[in-house]
C-alpha cells in the first residue's frame, strides 16, 4: 500500500522525536517522564484549542473520524485565513506547543520537533478542515522562536516575583506552580539574568490649530528593545545563543500601526577560540 504524503510526513516528526533526545543540551536532558508528560500537554493544549475555536466559531464542530480521515488522504492546501489568524493566533499556539517540551527539560531542538508534530496534529486530528501547508510551517518555525522568547522572559519576570511568568509564559508557569508549589509565589533567585541590553521610551504630541481650537490632532508612541545575551563576549567553542525583541507601537488617533520582530541566533558556533570576535556559524532565525 502506498503511503499518502500526510502520513510520510507524519512518520518522519515521529521520527524526529525520538531523535530529539540526543540533541538536547546535556544539562537540561530529559528523562523518560518528560516525554510522556509533554505529549499529554501538548494534548491538553489541543484539546483547549478546540474549546476556544468552537467559542468564536458561527458553527461549533467537534471532531469525528470522517473529517479525520478525510484530511489525512487529502493534498494539502494554502489557507488564506485572516492575517491575525495566521500571523499571530498560529504562532502564538506554537509557542505554546513549545514551551511544554522546553517546560520539560527539552532543549531547542527538542521543542522543534514537538511543535511540528503537534501543529501536524491540530490540521489532521483537531481541525475539521484540509491540511494547510503554510499553517505547519509558521505554527512550527514562529511558534519556535516565539516561544523560545517568551520562555527565557518568562523565567527573567520570576526573578521578582514567580506570578509574573504566567503573563508572558502560561506553559512554563504552569508547569512550574505544579513542580514548585512551595515556591509559587515568591522570587525564582535560581537563576542569574541574562539580558544584557533593555532599553523603552514613549512620546507623543498634540497639535492645535491656532484658527479653529476645535481642530486638534496628535501621536503617540511606544517602544521597547531588548538584547538577551552579551554578543560579543564568547570566548569558548562551546554553542551559544542570542535573542534581540525589538517592539514598536504607533497611532495618530485614526489608525494604530504595531511591529514586533524576535530574531534569534540559536546554537552558534565560534569561529576562532579565545576571541571577542562575534564570528560565528550556526542557526539564525527570525519572526516579524
Not at 502564538?92 to 532543549?107: E, M, P, Q, T
Not at 486530528?125 to 522572559?153: K, P, Q, Y
Given at each position: ?114 511543535t511540528a508534530v503537534s501543529s501536524w496534529v491540530w490540521e489532521n486530528l483537531f481541525e475539521n478542515s484540509s491540511t494547510s501547508i503554510n ?154
Amino acid at each position: 500500500m502506498k503511503l499518502r504524503p500526510s502520513f510520510k510526513i507524519c512518520f518522519c516528526l515521529l521520527l524526529l522525536v525520538l531523535l530529539a533526545g540526543n540533541l538536547c543540551a546535556q544539562n537540561t536532558r530529559p528523562s523518560a517522564a518528560d516525554y510522556f508528560i509533554t505529549i499529554g500537554e501538548e494534548l491538553i493544549i489541543e484539546t483547549g484549542g478546540v474549546i476556544v475555536l468552537n467559542l468564536f466559531a458561527n458553527k461549533p464542530s467537534g471532531m469525528n473520524f470522517s473529517d479525520i480521515w478525510e484530511s489525512l488522504t487529502s493534498p494539502y492546501v494554502w489557507d488564506t485565513s485572516s492575517f491575525v489568524r495566521n500571523q499571530v493566533v498560529h504562532p502564538l499556539a506554537g509557542s505554546f506547543f513549545y514551551n511544554a517540551a522546553r517546560a520539560n527539560n527539552f532543549s531547542f531542538w527538542g521543542g522543534f520537533a514537538y511543535t511540528a508534530v503537534s501543529s501536524w496534529v491540530w490540521e489532521n486530528l483537531f481541525e475539521n478542515s484540509s491540511t494547510s501547508i503554510n499553517d505547519l510551517i509558521t505554527t512550527t518555525t514562529a511558534g519556535c522562536v516565539t516561544g523560545e522568547v517568551l520562555h527565557r522572559l518568562g523565567y527573567e519576570v520570576s526573578r521578582f516575583w514567580n506570578p509574573l511568568m504566567w503573563l508572558l509564559s502560561p506553559v512554563d508557569a504552569a508547569n512550574y506552580l505544579i513542580k514548585n508549589p512551595d515556591k509559587a509565589f515568591k522570587p525564582n533567585d535560581e537563576i542569574e539574568s541574562g539580558i544584557y541590553f533593555f532599553e523603552a521610551g514613549i512620546g507623543g504630541s498634540l497639535f492645535i490649530n491656532p484658527e479653529n481650537l476645535a481642530e486638534l490632532g496628535g501621536d503617540m508612541n511606544s517602544s521597547l528593545f531588548l538584547i538577551y545575551e552579551e554578543p560579543f563576549d564568547h570566548k569558548t567553542k562551546e554553542p551559544f545563543d542570542q535573542f534581540t525583541l525589538d517592539a514598536q507601537v504607533y497611532t495618530d488617533f485614526s489608525s494604530c500601526f504595531a511591529f514586533a520582530e524576535f530574531e534569534g541566533h540559536l546554537y552558534s558556533w565560534p569561529f576562532f577560540q579565545n576571541t571577542n570576535l562575534p564570528s560565528s556559524i550556526g542557526i539564525s532565525m527570525n519572526y516579524k
